[in-house]
């Protein structure tokens, strides 16, 4: 497991180094499928790592200032902002913030991958089986 996480975090930092970014950190999930390791959940992305912007990193750094990133850490402090810290149900998130965040997820989408977003129609299941089966 520690192998092929250092394998994959090789990869997703190199990438994501072409495309403008710096993989700052991640997580991986796996499992065990029929006694063999298995990768589960999505990787590098906004839920599962943390992008900072490596053409202002450098001088950002040097002044002391938050690395210019994407990630979901402005809606961790939004929430903190409205005073909910995980305890009871959280605070509705605003129609904005629910734009913000997902302008946020498809930027960083086009930037790793270099493809425009395309939205889909609901429900998206046969695109997703569809995809999947040309793996």
Known sequence: MEKVTLEL?????KLCLK???????????????????????EIHTPDSS?????????K????????DNFDKEFLRLWYVEKGYRGDGAPTKMSK??????????IAVYEKITGIKFKAYAYPVERNIKNVVSTL
């Open 9 to 13: 975090f090789d990869y997703g930092s």
């Open 19 to 41: 495309r403008g970014l710096i993989l700052v950190d991640t997580k991986y999930e796996f499992g065990l499928v029929d006694e063999k390791l298995t990768l589960m959940d």
């Open 50 to 58: 943390r992008f900072w912007v490596a053409k202002t990193y450098k």
């Open 60 to 67: 950002r750094f040097a002044s002391g200032q938050e690395p």
């Open 96 to 105: 904005k913030l629910i734009v913000d965040l997902a302008k946020r997820y």
